[in-house]
């Protein structure tokens, strides 16, 4: 199974979606800021990347296109923000696909 680096900030959600694909095979490595992410990145090179929109240090559409910059991986935007224009902002910083929350974890497994 592939490696997949979570950027997510709020804990339970973080714990819920690690515990569910660690569970379905797959190697994760999960953090809550981008700066922890950014260096993560660099040394787990990850097959899919999850990444909440708003994080307590910046704006994951930033950390999205700082992937972009360099590493071409799966990335899933996972965020509360359910307006079509934080949707397009998603895709235009260069997300692959979108999720907002409240979701399914099945639906996230699925996508994965």
Same mark, same amino acid.
């Given at each position: ?13 973080? %714990? ?7 569970? @379905? ?11 922890? @992410? %950014?260096?993560?990145? %660099? ?23 700082? &992937? ?7 990335? &899933?935007?996972?965020? @509360? ?11 235009? @910083? ?19």
């Amino acid at each position: 199974m592939g490696k997949i680096l979570i950027l997510e900030d709020e804990e339970s959600v973080n %714990r819920g979606i690690s515990f569910s694909l660690e569970k @379905a095979g797959h190697q994760v490595c999960s953090c809550d800021t981008m700066y922890k @992410a %950014r260096e993560q990145v %660099r040394l787990f090179r990850p097959d899919i990347v999850i990444c909440d929109i708003n994080l307590p240090d910046g704006s994951g559409l930033d950390f999205i296109k700082w &992937i972009r910059t360099f590493l071409n991986t799966y990335i &899933i935007c996972l965020t @509360a923000l359910s307006q079509e224009m934080e949707q397009v902002l998603g895709y235009e @910083a260069g997300a692959d696909d979108y999720i907002t929350k409240p979701f399914s974890l099945w639906v996230l497994l699925l996508k994965v």
